[in-house]
Nanobody, 125 residues
């Protein structure tokens, strides 16, 4: 079983920043694509950013500029930096990856086999 664990969420005010982290088995960042998804209340899970082992990235246009994905292979950790948080950013943030050697570029969450439990981000005015 592949275990992913997110951390770093919390309650913040609009305009502030957060950095989320996701720890995972060491081989994943070296060989697989990983991603951050967000699920807002009452909405489907949507892709924010994904990153491959070679640091190539996939993103959705709506988040360009405020969200930054990065990975530290020495710490087996995936990060998501969120700047200038908006109320609409409220939701549960998940990290995800697929079965080795997963490198698929996709928006579809069904293509990702492994998920963390999620970390809640709440943005208030």
């Amino acid at each position: 079983q592949v275990r992913l664990e997110e951390s770093g969420g919390g309650s913040v005010q609009a305009g502030e920043s957060l950095k989320l982290a996701c720890t995972m088995p060491g081989y994943i960042l070296r060989y697989c694509r990983t991603a951050w998804y967000r699920q807002a209340p009452g909405m489907e899970r949507e892709l924010i950013l994904s990153i491959n082992s070679d640091d190539s990235q996939q993103y959705v246009q709506s988040v360009k500029g405020r969200f930054t994905i990065s990975q530290d292979k020495t710490r087996d950790t995936l990060f998501l930096q969120i700047d200038s948080l908006e109320i609409e950013d409220t939701g549960i943030y998940y990290c995800a990856t697929g079965r080795w050697p997963f490198k698929t570029v996709t928006l579809d969450p069904r293509r990702y086999a492994y998920w963390g439990q999620g970390t809640q981000v709440t943005v208030s005015p």
